[in-house]
């Protein structure tokens, strides 16, 4: 058996009833015997040091229950007290449950909800896509979204340190961290392209509107050389492809082009913004939460008003919602359903484990849970009516059907929808407020990702948690970091790059990734025990919120696997099949591979950590195995308002060093036959 080593700035542990002795031994009472290193010791008297391996094992007489202390000081000498500088930094937690709740509720309500919902529903068969989406809703999205929320609160950890209660599933923890990256390094370049829209729609009249005077070719149907397959440009596509992309001057992916200096400045104050709402942590971001979280639905309801008035907008609602019930046989429909449920929740990026972390340890993670999802997809159900109804309109005024008039992915965002602001009366009032919410919804769905990430490293490295100018500069570094790494997706051919890391960064391995988490918490931690470990988060709440684990504990052992293997297999079979475009540019084979290469080495995290794991260990390979997958003595150690528990593991302490240990250790017989000898 194999010590291992403790992490000097955990939180104190709640202390055990068992003395040192009895830890290490596995028997209420010791007994004498060979000693660790080798050698005979008498039967060690109450108070009195034990020898290990040549160092002094001392414990405090006057109380009988605190942990062991490592000296190599004489067994006569008294132990010295911990320097001051190594006590455990305090985590900091929510000023209120409606901060958490606003936080998770921006976190999930988010672009994918107001471009990618809607398109999805008229792409699948406009309303039966909501009967596929409801279900992966109620099998994945939510039991998924439950154990990441519990996790992270029983932890108290991030995405990374809360694999204490599995040490072989660390990977997870690194692979939510890589995919957490990827979709910070494109996420705000969308917000960069929202500041660049914004502070065009102060133009009167809009630059891309049919009364801006250079877009009056446009608008005459003038055949130009900006025209695709025969069909003249918009002035919002001209707009979109020239003066913000400048995708017109690149050929592809290997001709990103120079840096567009308008859309460098935009991401620069992008990031600041973000740098500053994250300086002080949850104090400020859960305050930020209160204006970006609520603004987008005020929005909403004003679009949603005024949309309703519009010639032509019931025609777009009606195409929303009528049913095309042949469609429920596709497995796209299906596919997309539960691409959007993970897309819009955010599941297994780490966000809302780390947000989770800074809960009390008496939150009702179940009745959040629910909340928060059945909020979130309403939202994107709700935000359908105000989109289709402007779409309607658009395509009343261009005599068009309202399936040619949206787009998917960022063309939605940002042609078909300034196009139809544009033909609003007050069109430059509508087009502001339709990109602050755009920036707020992009702001608080970056606010968890970016807490993902910092809440893993401060964990991992509490003393930058300590130290305020530490973690300072390490936002700063991190955020100029993703700053230096975005320029890339603001060049000439920039969109092309966007497009490859939105395709993959989402892809088979965060669905690899959160297929990994549910079997290792059910079949590993055991999923009797989280659910054991969740009643005991939420004892005194009502008691259908016990009965209710019923269901998500049928989910994490059975249906919520099997969904996430159906959905892992069509998704290789369609990207095999399936070429990746953007607009008429089709990916060469190195592009595509290159974007299979981001998701793999993201769930290639999980294996590699685990033979880091069982590599550490000693025994035979079952040996290791079994010990990787035992908590470890740090795990659930305490919470800031004293409510803590901890398993305390009566063949495996933590220390500073390495130590073997043979059968008789932990025997009270063997040590007494050993001691007759």
């Known amino acids: 058996m ?100 606003l936080s998770c509720i921006g976190y999930c309500v988010g672009l994918a909800n107001v471009w990618r919902f809607p398109y999805l529903c008229y792409r699948n068969g406009g309303g039966v896509f909501l009967i596929p989406y409801f279900i992966m809703l109620l099998f994945t999205g939510v039991p998924l979204f439950l154990m990441e929320l519990s996790l992270g609160q029983y932890g108290a950890a991030g995405p990374i340190t809360v694999w204490k209660c599995c040490p072989l599933l660390k ?19 969308i917000i960069a392209w929202t500041f660049f829209y914004l502070g065009n729609s102060f133009q009167s009249p809009l630059p891309w509107s049919c009364e801006a005077a250079s877009n009056a070719a446009l608008c005459g149907n003038v055949t130009t050389a900006n025209s695709t397959g025969g069909r003249s440009l918009s002035p919002t596509e001209v707009f979109w492809n020239e003066q913000v992309l ?141 989109i289709f109804s402007i779409l309607g309109h658009m395509a009343w005024r261009k005599g068009v059907p309202v399936g040619q008039v949206a787009d998917s992915g960022p063309g939605l ?17 509508w087009a502001i407020l339709f990109f602050l919410m755009l920036f707020m919804l992009g702001v608080d769905t970056l606010f968890g990702n970016m807490e993902g990430i910092t809440t893993a490293v401060l964990d991992e490295f509490p003393q930058l948690r300590r130290n305020m100018k530490y973690k300072v ?76 684990l019923l269901y998500f504990k049928a989910c994490w052992v059975f249906i919520t696997p099997f969904l996430l293997l159906f959905i892992l297999c069509y998704i290789f079979m369609e990207m095999y099949n399936t ?11 190195w592009g595509k591979a290159l974007g299979v290469c981001m998701a793999t080495t993201c769930c290639l995290q999980i294996p590699i950590w685990a033979i880091v794991a069982m590599s550490k260990e000693s025994g035979t390979l079952r040996d290791r195995y079994m010990k990787a997958i035992r908590p470890l003595n740090s795990w659930r150690v305490s919470n800031l308002q004293g409510t803590s528990g901890e398993r305390v593991e009566p063949d495996r302490v933590e220390a500073p060093f390495t130590v073997n240990l043979t059968e008789s250790d932990f025997t009270a017989i063997a040590w007494e036959n050993a001691s007759e000898e």
């Not at 990977?171 to 370049?189: A, K, Q, R």
């Not at 940002?414 to 009032?429: C, D, N």
């Not at 959160?514 to 005991?536: A, H, P, W």
Request: negative net charge; aromatic residues 14%.
């Open 473 to 548: 500069l390490f936002l700063a570094a991190l955020c100029f970091a993703f700053y230096l790494m975005g320029l890339l997706l603001i060049t000439d051919g920039g969109i092309y790059w966007f497009t490859l890391i939105d395709s993959f960064s989402t892809s088979f391995g965060l669905i690899i990734i959160t297929l990994f988490m549910c079997v290792g918490i059910s079949f590993f931690y055991g999923v009797n025990q989280f659910c054991s470990d969740i009643i005991d988060m939420i004892c005194r709440c009502p008691p259908w919120c016990s009965k209710l």
């Open 2 to 101: 194999k010590l291992l080593a403790d992490q000097r700035d955990d939180p104190p542990k709640k202390r055990s009833d068992r003395s040192p002795e009895e830890m290490l031994n596995g028997e209420p009472k010791g007994a004498p015997g060979e000693g660790l290193a080798g050698t005979t010791t008498a039967r060690p008297w109450p108070g009195s040091p034990v020898q290990l391996n040549g160092q002094t094992l001392v414990r405090d007489v006057a109380d009988p229950t605190s942990q062991p202390q490592f000296s190599s000081a004489p067994s006569s000498r008294a132990p010295s007290p911990p320097p001051p500088g190594e006590s455990p930094p305090q985590r900091d937690q929510w000023g209120g449950k409606y901060e958490f709740l």
């Open 171 to 189: 990977g997870i923890g690194i692979g939510m961290l890589c995919v957490s990256t990827l979709v910070c390094l494109y996420y705000n370049v």
């Open 246 to 386: 400048g995708v017109v001057h690149s050929s592809g992916l290997q001709d990103p082009g120079p840096v567009r200096w308008q859309l460098a400045i935009c991401l620069f104050f992008a990031w600041f913004i973000i740098f500053l709402c994250m300086l002080k942590g949850i104090h400020s971001s859960g305050k930020v939460v209160y204006v970006t979280a609520t603004f987008p639905y005020f929005v909403l309801i004003v679009l949603i008003i005024r949309g309703a008035t519009l010639e032509g907008s019931l025609q777009g609602v009606a195409f929303y919602l009528t049913p095309d019930w042949d469609r429920l046989a596709s497995a796209q429909v299906w596919n997309d359903a539960a691409s959007q449920i993970f897309y819009s929740l955010g599941i297994g990026v780490g966000g809302l484990l780390s947000m989770a972390s800074y809960n009390k340890f008496d939150n009702n993670v179940i009745r959040d849970t629910l909340v928060i999802t059945i909020g979130n997809c309403a939202t994107s159900f709700f935000a359908g009516f105000a």
């Open 413 to 429: 965002a940002f042609v078909a929808y300034p196009e139809a602001l544009a033909l609003l009366p007050g069109s430059v009032f």
């Open 579 to 589: 070429p990746l475009q953007y607009g008429t540019y089709v990916y060469p084979f």
